[in-house]
């Protein structure tokens, strides 16, 4: 189904999807919808302009592809499905998601990854194409977050990434490892063999934005990953 | 070895007359304060690990057994008492955060205390509520100001989405995590019985309860744990936890030696994880922030749920319900400074946050000026003790309460504020499975039913002798209201005018 989404507001363009019958639409216009896809299954829905923020919050199995920039907080506990930003999106991309994919060709805002969690078979991942701000990987709890800094230079990343990291994993192509992460976090040059392990995640996105997976993958990558030995735990004493 | 500084707070006292050595103090203490001693053929303390949760004393066959305070006492000092001088020897002797389970104990006003209630004599009648009818039944949501009419003259209103209440008491947010599934399940059976609503809290909602669905309260925190779109759809309102009065201001960090596979598979988050709750949902920096995920959960349950925000009462609560009430939530829940809590650090419980009493009372007032009061419904918690604290915080301004506190208790919770063991001998703040098999849920679920029901009736004696037939007519009428012993600031802050006046 095709929507002119021009002066139509969330709730109608919501509405519209989630009661038809048809399960792909393709949104015309858009500018500046929040909410999209809020917690839309079995649907997929493809974007012209810039959805507001909120984009698939919620997401439980709908797939969203977005020709143009996203804003806040897309797929905030998204659940399954995948989003795909053909652009860039903005800070608290994928808030305490716990399963399905997120794709984003340029860079993305603060906060990327906030929270993430994985539970048995659900496995969230975010790969963002350039560079992110800081609080990468936030109290990242599980899945996996691999930042390509495509076109780059320096390290892709801001400050205080992993902050508060307690599990997962992040993948950050960069010449050199970001700088100031908590002793909470340990940070290796991904060994070949670590490498291929995201080659799956790599090739998914040169289908989506074009580009050389080899290429991408011969470059020099970190692994981020929580550091057991130097847990959280506040030390409490009963009163 | 070091010598311990402290002293044990509880005496064990063991009529040894009555005392059958039957062991089952012994086998009902998981703190392991009863031993039997075959060399001596008796029963001995160890009253170091005592907490005065009273299991042993009411399970005690022939009550040979006391729990009393230890006569033993520092000397005594009115600035340096006990409590304070072995608070500093834990910290000397371990380097911890003093942490302490419940609401805070200290002596604090309890405006509560201090407000009566009116009656009515000759002039206005009272109501007999046990022959005329008395409603107790409330609504909360927005209430709807916009009826327009069709040309049959039939009324049409917008309507948004309620809840409705047979009393105007729910049961506050306790998470499975913090209680046990036993206390859940009563929680959640005696709401479906009494016509009302429990609250999952933030650790979400076992598969086996969704059949509750109806009378539940599904909490979204900063956390997100177990939060998907079918725990969404699940319950009959969804709750934004913003705070806690217990601990404003801080978050949660359930350890991962507690994540069992119970609450692994509830939270959805790996068993022995630890489940840390930030202080601050990261993606609210201001109003409107609240307002888009407001929005979102309306959107993403299709504008079905009424959603509630819940905040600690603190200084600012008057600008910062307001805030909220333009955020377009539905309901607001306040939580007052002696609100309990399954754990929180001691200096936090018991320095941080305001009485929900003056909370209320300034967020009602504030509403009202500023013209918004009836776009938000106002529940309060914190410490909601009795029919008479129910009456009093409806006449300052609320639609209803929030209990947890005296939910436990129904339980057979005892107060000994030891939730953060973990080793709850009432099987109500424990998960150790031998300890959860104590609490029965039929009877836990009856014992709250009868508590709630004997308060719904205290309420229509109250409300009767004011001359008052629905809590409509009892919200906010601060008339029905006067202060005992307070001073002009806290009348002025309250509302209400002093006893005589």
Same mark, same amino acid.
């Given at each position: 189904?095709?929507?002119?989404?021009?002066?139509?507001?969330?709730?109608?363009?919501?509405?519209?999807?989630?009661?038809?019958?048809?399960?792909?639409?393709?949104?015309?216009?858009?500018?500046?919808?929040?909410?999209?896809?809020?917690?839309?299954?079995?649907?997929?829905?493809?974007?012209?302009?810039?959805?507001?923020?909120?984009?698939?919050?919620?997401?439980?199995?709908?797939?969203?592809?977005?020709?143009?920039?996203?804003?806040?907080?897309?797929?905030?506990?998204?659940?399954?499905?995948?989003?795909?930003?053909?652009?860039?999106?903005?800070?608290?991309?994928?808030?305490?998601?716990?399963?399905?994919?997120?794709?984003?060709?340029?860079?993305?805002?603060?906060?990327?990854?906030?929270?993430? *969690?994985?539970?048995?078979?659900?496995?969230? @991942?975010?790969?963002?194409?350039?560079?992110?701000?800081?609080?990468?990987?936030?109290?990242?709890?599980?899945?996996?977050?691999?930042?390509?800094?495509?076109?780059?230079?320096?390290?892709?990343?801001?400050?205080?990434?992993?902050?508060?990291?307690?599990?997962?994993?992040?993948?950050?192509?960069?010449?050199?490892?970001?700088?100031?992460?908590? *002793?909470?976090?340990?940070?290796?040059?991904?060994?070949?063999?670590?490498?291929?392990?995201?080659?799956?995640?790599?090739?998914?996105?040169?289908?989506?934005?074009?580009?050389?997976?080899?290429?991408?993958?011969?470059?020099?990558?970190?692994?981020?990953?929580?550091?057991?030995?130097?847990?959280? *735990?506040?030390?409490?004493?009963?009163? | 070895?070091?010598?311990?500084?402290?002293?044990?707070?509880?005496?064990?006292?063991?009529?040894?007359?009555?005392?059958?050595?039957?062991?089952?103090?012994?086998?009902?203490?998981?703190?392991?304060?009863?031993?039997?001693?075959?060399?001596?053929?008796?029963?001995?303390?160890?009253?170091?690990?005592?907490?005065?949760?009273?299991?042993?004393?009411?399970?005690?066959?022939?009550?040979?057994?006391?729990?009393?305070?230890?006569?033993?006492?520092?000397?005594?000092?009115?600035?340096?008492?006990?409590?304070?001088?072995?608070?500093?020897?834990?910290?000397?002797?371990?380097?911890?955060?003093?942490?302490?389970?419940?609401?805070?104990?200290?002596?604090?006003?309890?405006?509560?205390?201090?407000?009566?209630?009116?009656?009515?004599?000759?002039?206005?009648?009272?109501?007999?509520?046990?022959?005329?009818?008395?409603? $107790?039944? $409330?609504?909360?949501?927005?209430?709807?100001?916009?009826?327009?009419?069709?040309?049959?003259?039939?009324?049409?209103?917008?309507?948004?989405?309620?809840?409705?209440?047979?009393?105007?008491?729910?049961?506050?947010?306790?998470?499975?995590?913090?209680?046990?599934?036993?206390?859940?399940?009563?929680?959640?059976?005696?709401?479906?019985?009494?016509? @009302?609503?429990?609250?999952?809290?933030?650790?979400?909602?076992?598969?086996?309860?969704?059949?509750?669905?109806?009378?539940?309260?599904?909490?979204?925190?900063?956390?997100?744990?177990?939060?998907?779109?079918?725990?969404?759809?699940?319950?009959?309102?969804?709750?934004?936890?913003?705070?806690?009065?217990?601990?404003?201001?801080?978050?949660?960090?359930?350890?991962?030696?507690?994540?069992?596979?119970?609450?692994?598979?509830?939270?959805?988050?790996?068993?022995?994880?630890?489940?840390?709750?930030?202080?601050?949902?990261?993606?609210?920096?201001?109003?409107?922030?609240?307002?888009?995920?407001?929005?979102?959960?309306?959107?993403? $349950?299709?504008?079905?749920?009424? =959603? =509630?925000?819940?905040?600690?009462?603190?200084?600012?609560?008057?600008?910062?319900?307001?805030?909220?009430?333009?955020?377009?939530?539905? =309901?607001?829940?306040?939580?007052?400074?002696?609100?309990? $809590?399954?754990?929180?650090?001691?200096?936090?419980?018991?320095?941080?946050?305001?009485?929900?009493?003056?909370?209320?009372?300034?967020?009602?007032?504030?509403?009202?000026?500023?013209?918004?009061?009836?776009?938000?419904?106002?529940?309060?918690?914190?410490?909601?003790?009795?029919?008479?604290?129910?009456?009093?915080?409806?006449?300052?301004?609320?639609?209803?309460?929030?209990?947890? @506190?005296?939910?436990?208790?129904?339980?057979?919770?005892?107060?000994?504020?030891?939730?953060?063991?973990?080793?709850?001998?009432?099987?109500?703040?424990?998960?150790?499975?031998?300890?959860? *098999?104590?609490?029965?849920?039929?009877?836990?679920?009856?014992?709250?039913?009868?508590?709630?029901?004997?308060?719904?009736?205290?309420?229509?004696?109250?409300?009767?002798?004011?001359?008052?037939?629905?809590?409509?007519?009892?919200?906010?009428?601060?008339?029905?209201?006067?202060?005992?012993?307070?001073?002009?600031?806290?009348?002025?802050?309250?509302?209400?005018?002093?006893?005589?006046?």
């Amino acid at each position: 189904m095709n929507i002119d989404a021009k002066n139509h507001g969330y709730t109608e363009l919501n509405k519209t999807i989630r009661e038809s019958s048809e399960e792909k639409f393709e949104l015309d216009n858009v500018l500046g919808q929040r909410y999209i896809g809020a917690g839309l299954s079995g649907k997929e829905i493809l974007i012209h302009g810039t959805p507001g923020n909120a984009l698939g919050a919620y997401l439980n199995g709908s797939k969203i592809i977005v020709h143009g920039n996203a804003q806040d907080a897309i797929g905030d506990t998204m659940n399954d499905g995948a989003i795909i930003v053909h652009g860039n999106c903005g800070d608290t991309t994928g808030y305490a998601m716990r399963s399905g994919e997120i794709y984003v060709k340029g860079n993305a805002g603060y906060r990327v990854g906030i929270h993430m *969690k994985s539970y048995q078979e659900l496995y969230p @991942t975010i790969v963002i194409g350039g560079k992110v701000g800081d609080f990468l990987g936030e109290y990242q709890a599980g899945g996996i977050i691999i930042v390509l800094g495509i076109g780059v230079e320096g390290t892709p990343v801001g400050s205080f990434c992993g902050t508060g990291m307690h599990g997962g994993e992040m993948f950050i192509r960069s010449e050199n490892a970001p700088k100031g992460l908590p *002793k909470q976090v340990c940070c290796n040059e991904a060994t070949d063999e670590e490498k291929q392990t995201i080659r799956k995640y790599i090739e998914r996105f040169t289908k989506h934005f074009g580009g050389n997976t080899d290429e991408l993958l011969s470059a020099k990558f970190y692994k981020l990953t929580p550091n057991s030995a130097s847990p959280y *735990k506040q030390l409490y004493v009963n009163n | 070895m070091a010598i311990e500084f402290m002293n044990p707070l509880f005496e064990v006292i063991r009529d040894s007359d009555r005392c059958i050595k039957c062991r089952v103090c012994e086998r009902q203490c998981a703190n392991e304060v009863h031993k039997y001693d075959a060399d001596l053929d008796k029963m001995i303390s160890n009253e170091m690990t005592c907490v005065d949760c009273q299991r042993c004393v009411c399970l005690c066959p022939t009550h040979a057994l006391k729990i009393r305070p230890n006569e033993n006492q520092f000397r005594e000092n009115a600035n340096w008492t006990h409590q304070t001088m072995d608070e500093v020897y834990k910290q000397a002797g371990s380097g911890g955060v003093l942490l302490s389970a419940m609401g805070n104990p200290k002596d604090l006003p309890v405006y509560w205390d201090r407000i009566l209630l009116n009656a009515s004599q000759v002039t206005n009648p009272p109501i007999d509520p046990l022959r005329e009818p008395m409603e $107790t039944k $409330t609504f909360l949501g927005k209430k709807n100001q916009g009826i327009t009419y069709d040309e049959n003259g039939k009324a049409h209103y917008d309507k948004t989405p309620y809840l409705e209440l047979d009393v105007p008491i729910m049961f506050s947010a306790m998470s499975f995590g913090s209680i046990s599934k036993n206390a859940h399940e009563s929680l959640a059976r005696a709401a479906t019985e009494l016509g @009302t609503f429990y609250n999952t809290g933030e650790g979400g909602l076992h598969r086996d309860f969704y059949k509750y669905g109806a009378n539940t309260i599904c909490q979204v925190a900063s956390g997100r744990f177990g939060v998907f779109k079918g725990y969404l759809d699940a319950g009959a309102a969804i709750e934004i936890k913003m705070g806690q009065g217990a601990k404003p201001g801080i978050g949660g960090h359930l350890p991962g030696m507690k994540i069992n596979d119970e609450i692994s598979r509830t939270r959805m988050i790996p068993k022995g994880t630890d489940a840390i709750s930030p202080a601050p949902h990261h993606d609210i920096y201001s109003i409107e922030d609240l307002r888009q995920l407001v929005i979102s959960l309306k959107e993403a $349950t299709n504008w079905e749920k009424p =959603i =509630i925000v819940k905040i600690a009462a603190v200084h600012n609560v008057a600008a910062i319900a307001s805030g909220v009430a333009r955020s377009g939530a539905d =309901i607001i829940a306040i939580d007052g400074f002696r609100g309990g $809590t399954g754990a929180a650090p001691t200096r936090i419980r018991d320095n941080v946050g305001i009485p929900i009493e003056l909370a209320l009372a300034a967020v009602d007032s504030r509403l009202r000026d500023e013209g918004i009061r009836n776009d938000v419904s106002v529940v309060v918690g914190g410490s909601v003790r009795s029919a008479a604290d129910v009456v009093k915080a409806i006449a300052l301004g609320a639609d209803a309460v929030y209990i947890a @506190t005296s939910a436990l208790l129904a339980m057979g919770c005892h107060l000994c504020r030891s939730c953060n063991t973990g080793k709850c001998n009432w099987g109500i703040a424990t998960q150790r499975a031998d300890l959860v *098999k104590r609490l029965n849920p039929d009877i836990a679920a009856e014992r709250l039913v009868n508590l709630v029901t004997a308060w719904d009736h205290e309420i229509k004696e109250m409300m009767g002798g004011m001359g008052i037939n629905s809590i409509e007519a009892l919200r906010g009428n601060r008339l029905m209201l006067r202060g005992v012993g307070l001073t002009q600031k806290e009348l002025d802050i309250l509302g209400i005018q002093h006893a005589g006046e």
